[in-house]
């Protein structure tokens, strides 16, 4: 190997904490080089920050913006094999141009047009789809169809085929997640392809998922194992709604039920084990009544969010914007994340904290004394 084939390269300084420029010490980095070697104490600095440094940046991308360029897409690029999805990918202008919302999280807007479909695959990354606004479509997951409508989450575990179809006269857009960029970095992921067209074109209102699990506190008999993954494929807006709206009624009464005053949140869960409904991903619903600013918080690990309805101001790090109906966030590991409102937000979430629970890793500090301000 040459000097200049060598991808590494070790460079002398005259920084307080290096070793002192020598002739000699020139010798012994080129070696490195040409062993593929790095010292430590040239690279502790960034091996071994004080506190997590993202390469991710806050960043805020509008629904008003994103959905007429999805709309383009519709008439322009047809969903097939080869692209097999017409989603377009939130990119971290942090992360050099990849399609990845954070280190570890994959965000994209996906369109489909009036009567058609995305053919059916099956992928090792989790998966979800979450309705900001619209329906018509249904996913067909395992031959299981399901209904997506506005506010309703629906989740999907890796290797399980699943294809959409719309049944509809009006195109429809919503937003995918999944752990696309923790995978692709650690070499685990497998995609075979299926059917051209879904194996199903029945539409019911409730999936058999549903049907068996969708009843509160209630669990079939013939299904008593714990599942690494939800078994329930949609989590339905009336829930949700009625939930936060609980909330902030016992709240309002006297009774402690908010995260803290006028934020009401609730996390979906995977109903064998009251654990998050995917391995790597935490899915969230966030609301603040009208007047409300929350208390700064970090946390170790990225989070995206989308606004559901309502206007606010967010301030991660030293970002701050105005935000409304579909807007889309990114939260980068430890920056600091606070929302005040006026008139009332909603917001739905997802992270990757399970992985950095699993590790041990996880890691949140919040700041009641920092407060947005509205």
Do not use: C
């Amino acid at each position: 190997m040459t000097p200049t084939t060598s991808p590494v390269r070790v460079q002398a300084t005259d920084a307080a904490s290096q070793p002192e420029r020598t002739p000699q010490l020139e010798t012994l980095y080129r070696g490195f080089e040409q062993q593929l070697l790095v010292p430590l104490w040239t690279e502790i600095g960034e091996l071994m920050p004080a506190h997590p440094l993202s390469q991710a940046l806050p960043h805020r991308w509008r629904w008003k913006d994103l959905l007429p360029m999805a709309e383009q897409a519709g008439q322009l690029v047809p969903v097939g094999r080869g692209g097999e999805r017409r989603a377009i990918a939130l990119a971290n202008p942090g992360l050099g141009g990849q399609p990845f919302a954070t280190p570890t999280l994959w965000a994209a807007i996906q369109y489909l047009n009036p009567q058609e479909d995305a053919p059916v695959h099956r992928h090792t990354q989790n998966a979800f789809r979450f309705v900001v606004e619209g329906e018509g479509v249904w996913t067909v997951v395992n031959g299981d169809p399901v209904a997506m409508r506005r506010g309703d989450f629906l989740p999907q575990a890796g290797w399980h085929w699943h294809g959409h179809h719309n049944r509809s006269d009006r195109a429809m857009a919503w937003i995918d997640g999944l752990d696309i960029p923790f995978q692709h970095y650690t070499d685990a992921t497998f995609f075979e392809f299926g059917p051209d067209e879904v194996d199903t074109r029945e539409a019911p209102q409730r999936s058999r998922s549903e049907r068996l699990w969708a009843h509160p506190g209630l669990r079939p008999l013939t299904h008593l194992q714990p599942t690494p993954a939800t078994p329930l494929l949609a989590y339905r807006w009336e829930h949700t709604d009625r939930a936060l709206a609980e909330q902030l009624a016992l709240e309002a009464e006297g009774y402690p039920a908010t995260v803290e005053p006028g934020h009401a949140a609730v996390r979906y869960t995977n109903p064998t084990t009251g654990a998050d409904i995917l391995p790597t991903l935490r899915t969230e619903f966030h609301r603040l009544a009208p007047d409300t600013a929350t208390a700064a918080s970090r946390e170790v690990g990225s989070s995206v969010f989308q606004v559901f309805d309502g206007t606010g101001q967010v301030t991660v790090g030293d970002s701050r914007w105005s935000v409304e109906r579909g807007d889309l966030f990114v939260v980068p590991s430890w920056q600091p994340l606070a929302f005040a409102t006026e008139h009332g937000l909603d917001l739905f979430r997802f992270t990757d904290a399970p992985i950095f629970e699993r590790l041990h890793l996880h890691r949140s500090h919040q700041s009641p004394q920092e407060r947005a301000e509205a």
